[in-house]
């Protein structure tokens, strides 16, 4: 499987994802979308929090981890 880039996010007091560092630059963003997924329970477990979120300069897909408990960026759109 391939293995997808971690990434550093800012969360504000609440636990909304406000902003997002990859590649030494930070970005503040806005979540658009977001959705859960739990499967290949069989496998080894993968529960990720997806957040399809905009910004400045990016639009991306980021998750969280939640096996893990770390964020990633799954893609970035031009």
Known sequence: M??????DVELDPEGRLVAIRWAGQ???????NRWRIEEA?????IARD???VVGRRWLALVYLD?????????????
């Not at 930070?26 to 979540?31: G, H, I, K, M, S």
């Not at 329970?41 to 477990?45: C, D, I, T, V």
Request: aromatic share 18%; charged share 30%; net charge positive.
């Open 66 to 78: 939640r096996v893990a408990g770390t964020w990633h960026l799954e893609r970035l759109y031009d």
């Open 41 to 45: 329970w069989w496998r080894g477990p």
């Open 2 to 7: 391939r293995e997808h880039p971690s990434i």
């Open 26 to 32: 930070r970005e503040p963003v806005e979540v658009c």
């Open 50 to 52: 997806y957040f399809k």
